[in-house]
Structure formats: C-alpha cells, structure tokens
C-alpha cells in the first residue's frame, strides 16, 4: 500500500484556494483586488508540489520516454477536452482544433506538457549522477527538494 503525504496534499490544498481565490478579482473590486492575490504563489507551491511527487515515483520505475510520456499527457489532456467544450458552451466561444489539441487558451497545461519532458531529462541526469538508489534519506529528500524548486522556478517565468 503506498504511503500517504498529508502534508504534501495540504499544500496541494493551499495552491488550490491560492489558484482560485486570484480568479475572484471582480467579486474583491469594491472592496480590495488585493485580497485576489496569491495566485502565482499557488502556481509555484502547485509545480513544487508536483515536481517533488513526481520525482519520489520517478526513481521507483523507470520507463522509456514515449511510455512514460504518454502516461502522463492521457491523464492530462481528457480534462482539456471536456474543459474547452464545457468553456466553449458556457462562453459561446468556438471550439477550435488549436484549443483541444495544444491547450491555446490554458498556459499552465502547455507548461507542464514541457515541463514533463524536461523533468524526464533531469531526472534520468540527475538520477544516474547519483547512483540511482543508495543514497541516505538526507540525501535524496535533498535532491527532490532541489529538482522541485528549479520547476517551482520555470513556473514564475511561465
């Protein structure tokens, strides 16, 4: 059974209400658009998050790039379909081959798209420079905190 990070699912939490609450700037503009901030902080917890998550998996199972790209992007990429139909119905915005495809109108997802193919570079570098799996706890949590904060990093330039 694998275990559970409560602390790592809070912090997905907290980027959650960051992300949110900084798409609420018209429900603030009488009082304060200031209290709609925190949004490119919950994009940063948010691929800090990921990024560490994805690299506790990375080092168990080593799959070639296709697969394990392809993994990734078929968990992703039916909630960008759904969405930009549910969006398109909602907004009365044409339903373009461009939206479903590539994400236009949906930053964050091209992102990540990019983001996992430099992570599986990184991460197989990164792995094999250190040795794969005997290094001591300190170490490792190490390299993860590390190999996070460079996406959390990207992120802010997204």
């Known amino acids: 059974m694998p275990i559970r990070y409560y602390n790592l699912d809070f912090l997905k939490v907290l980027a959650a209400i960051f992300i949110t609450n900084s798409h609420f700037i018209p429900l603030y503009k009488d009082i304060s658009p200031s209290l709609a901030t925190f949004g490119?902080?919950?994009?940063?917890?948010?691929?800090?998050?990921?990024?560490?998550?994805?690299?506790?998996?990375?080092?168990?199972?080593?799959?070639l790039f296709v697969n394990w790209?392809?993994?990734?992007?078929?968990?992703?990429?039916?909630?960008?379909?759904?969405?930009?139909?549910?969006?398109?119905?909602?907004?009365?915005?044409?339903?373009?081959?461009?939206?479903?495809?590539?994400?236009?109108?949906?930053?964050?997802?091209?992102?990540i798209a990019i983001y996992y193919i430099l992570f599986y570079i990184f991460g197989n570098l990164n792995i094999s420079i250190m040795g794969g799996g005997g290094q001591n706890l300190?170490?490792?949590?190490?390299?993860?905190?590390?190999?996070?904060?460079?996406?959390?990093?990207?992120?802010?330039?997204?």
């Open 69 to 111: 790209y392809k993994k990734r992007i078929q968990r992703l990429w039916p909630s960008v379909f759904l969405w930009s139909i549910i969006a398109a119905i909602i907004w009365k915005d044409p339903i373009t081959w461009k939206n479903l495809l590539i994400a236009n109108n949906y930053w964050f997802l091209q992102c």
């Open 40 to 63: 490119v902080h919950g994009n940063a917890l948010f691929f800090f998050v990921s990024g560490f998550v994805l690299m506790m998996g990375f080092e168990k199972k080593q799959d």
């Open 138 to 158: 300190c170490t490792k949590n190490t390299f993860y905190v590390l190999h996070s904060s460079i996406f959390t990093i990207l992120s802010f330039h997204a």
